[in-house]
């Protein structure tokens, strides 16, 4: 008994250190796009970065048949969890704000709600559903109300999408969490993702007007951090996190992800690492977004104290 709460707790600061890495991301990819690199080649980026660091590790894991079954859920999960995703993500981020990318992505444990009920046909609760309406009518009043113009109003849209494709994949990937060790799952997702992403047709009329010899070296940085810490680790360590706790309570982490981003907003502006983001906060943004961590809070409560 003890050692199933030392692994949840492990499971749990892992999830935790995957939310401050995304916070510091946001920020910091948001200075690459669209002037050194555009978001579907960022993304190729972090998609073959990261199947190449996989595959390298896949050695020192013990060896998994994986059953032909289970082959289509890892394609789905391929496909919702990395090239859906991260496109609809880089997409959104480029158009909207760090901020409300945050504030966004803190509704995906509404969402995984949503999804087990309707999916996994899972219970929930009268407040439950409270916090499902408080929830949704922050999203929209942040994406209608809160942003000014047309481009950052879609880039919230995809935010949104976004945040309901991570959803799909954290509900799919969870039987395969049981199956098989995490490492050789999240390999052969980033396998599949970057096959369904290397079948996007736009991505090629972007190569060929980008230029790698005009990338200075501090924003090589940037792009190293987003390939080998907001990708590689980041779902390194949630599909760790995943392996001793439910796909709810995962998902219930991500609502600390705005905060982290306020706090890297500003400390990013201070020292120069990023543009001054520190407009998009505002009283009426702070507003909304205590009006989504209400619903999140009340969605999440029951099932993070089962």
Known sequence: ?????????????ALLLVNLIYGASHVLAKGVMPVFLTPTVFILFRVIGAVVLFWMLIPFVKRARILRRDLLRLAACGLFGVTVNQLLFFHGLNASSPMNAGIIMALNPIMVAVLSF??????????????????AFGAIALTTYGTKTVQAQLGDLFLLGNSLSYAVYLLLVKPLMQKYPPLVVITWVFTFGSLFLLAFPPLYG??????LHTIPWFIWIKIIYVVVGVTFLTYLLTVVGLKHVSSTVAAAFIYVQPIFVI?????????GWSSDYT????????LLMSIIFIGIYLTSHRQANK
Not at 263 to 271: A, D, E, N, R, V
């Open 118 to 135: 309707f999916w996994l046909k899972e219970r929930l609760t009268k407040t439950q559903w409270i916090g499902i309406s408080i929830g």
């Open 279 to 286: 407009s998009f906060i505002n009283s009426k943004t702070i």
């Open 1 to 13: 008994m003890e050692i199933k709460k030392d692994k949840e707790q492990w499971a749990a600061f």
């Open 263 to 271: 706090t890297f907003t500003f400390l990013f502006s201070k020292i």
């Open 206 to 211: 972007d190569l060929t007007q980008t230029n």
